[in-house]
Nanobody, 123 residues
Framework: QVQLVESGGGLVQAGGSLRLSCAAT????????MGWFRQAPGKERDIVAA????????YYADSVKGRFTISRDNAKNTVYLEMNSLEPEDTAVYYC????????????????WGQGTQVTVSS
């Protein structure tokens, strides 16, 4: 069982930066692939980035490549999402999620979810 709590969201101007954190409880955190998703009003929840438990493999949605960086600290049971050059289109609720199955880009693959943190980017 893994419980996830996100933090770090807020209001930022376009071009600014935010760093999201996701703290996990559970002894097996280091064995899970971790993902960040986002959901804007009226839209589906989509993958933003994911990182393997070994940290050797990462995935980024095309819309955030070069601007966002996912990382994790298994000793601290925490995964991060560094977001730079933010755009109004990045406004959404951001969720972290955990899976120990394949298919990282698929929402249905993830078994555990946080409650979400709001990111608002003003123009």
């Amino acid at each position: 069982q893994v419980q996830l709590v996100e933090s770090g969201g807020g209001l930022v101007q376009a071009g600014g930066s935010l760093r999201l954190s996701c703290a996990a409880t559970g002894r097996t955190f280091s064995s899970y692939t971790m993902g960040w998703f986002r959901q804007a009003p009226g839209k589906e929840r989509d993958i933003v980035a994911a990182i393997s438990w070994t940290m050797r493999t990462t995935y980024y949605a095309d819309s955030v490549k070069g601007r966002f960086t996912i990382s994790r600290d298994n000793a601290k049971n925490t995964v991060y999402l560094e977001m730079n050059s933010l755009e109004p289109e990045d406004t959404a609720v951001y969720y972290c999620a955990a899976t120990n199955r394949g298919g990282w880009t698929l929402r249905g693959t993830y078994d555990y979810w946080g409650q979400g943190t709001q990111v608002t980017v003003s123009s």
